[in-house]
């Protein structure tokens, strides 16, 4: 029977991540393997009747350039119930930890615009822990209601680096390198702007705040939030996504900072397609698609 743990406030970044790096300690953290079998903790964490906090609505607007306006910018949508799907992925029974982990996929499914000033009602639980060739995925789903109205549903799909059964699986040929086509757009990030939408959106993983930090991760220097480029892509075409709208984004090599980067918006399926490339060697950061739900 599915347990639900219902909050009465947010938890911050100084709550969640000492128990997500508590738990890639030796003897006392996670295990380094996750079994395909191992079971994925029957319980939803909940808010009610939340009220956006409009001065860190503007914050996030300003280091995305998303417009700030009456309604809520669809990639606003995971900054809401990102504390949530951390409460998930830092708790006991959760089977890897949440700092290490790779955000793989994404996608936001916006049954109608909502107003900012919308007391919204967001649940969130995980499921479908499953096999891939990198390791194993799980996906945390988190709906968002209006009253008993179902207005929109985020799924954050992750994954935890490990071989697999499928991992000596027959794989195509790597891509090759390769100058981009001339972009639409191209934007500059660096270690100060992800530092402010790291305040703004509230996910403060070490990899993104510092350089030393990231390093002990295996990156070279720090990296750009993969939903800082999700929302990012979207801003010069926001305001012509249907009010009912399904966002996929899946999420290429890393953005090592400081980067200028390549961005590509075209139109396709009554809706949108969007790219992020690397700005000399062409290969993707992002790829994402935004339709008309049905």
Not at 18 to 31: C, E, F, N, Q, S
Not at 228 to 256: C, H, M, T
Request: charged share 20%; proline share 8%; glycine share 8%.
């Amino acid at each position: 029977m599915t347990k639900t743990i219902t909050l009465t406030s947010l938890p911050g970044a100084g709550q969640l991540y000492p128990k997500a790096v508590a738990a890639m300690l030796p003897v006392i953290g996670k295990p380094a393997r996750v079994s395909p079998t191992a079971s994925l903790p029957d319980t939803t964490y909940r808010i009610e009747n939340l009220r956006i906090d409009q001065a860190q609505l503007a914050e996030y607007c300003r280091t995305t350039g998303l417009q700030f306006g009456a309604t809520v910018p669809l990639p606003f949508l995971f900054v809401l119930q990102f504390p949530l799907a951390m409460s998930i992925m830092v708790s006991s029974a959760f089977p890897f930890g949440a700092v290490g982990s790779v955000h793989l996929e994404n996608t936001i499914e916006r049954l109608r615009t909502i107003g900012v000033d919308e007391p919204l009602t967001i649940s969130a639980h995980a499921e479908n822990l499953r096999e891939h060739r990198k390791g194993m995925l799980v996906d945390v789903v988190s709906e968002f209601h209006v009253g008993r109205e179902l207005v929109a549903v985020q799924t954050g799909t992750f994954l935890k680096q490990q071989r697999t059964s499928l991992s000596d699986g027959e794989r195509g040929p790597a891509p090759k390198d390769a100058a981009p086509p001339p972009p639409d757009r191209v934007v500059s990030v660096d270690l100060g702007l992800i530092r402010q939408y790291a305040n703004a959106s509230g996910d403060r993983n070490p990899i993104h705040m510092a350089d030393l930090t990231a390093k002990a991760f295996g990156f070279s220097t720090a990296i750009a939030h993969g939903m800082w480029s999700a929302a990012a892509v979207l801003a010069n075409v926001e305001a012509q996504l249907p009010d009912a709208v399904v966002y996929s984004v899946r999420f290429g090599k890393p953005i090592l900072l400081p980067a200028t980067l390549n961005m590509y918006t075209s139109k396709a399926d009554g809706g949108y397609d969007f790219q992020i490339l690397h700005r000399t060697k062409g290969y993707p950061h992002l790829t994402a698609t935004a339709r008309p739900r049905d």
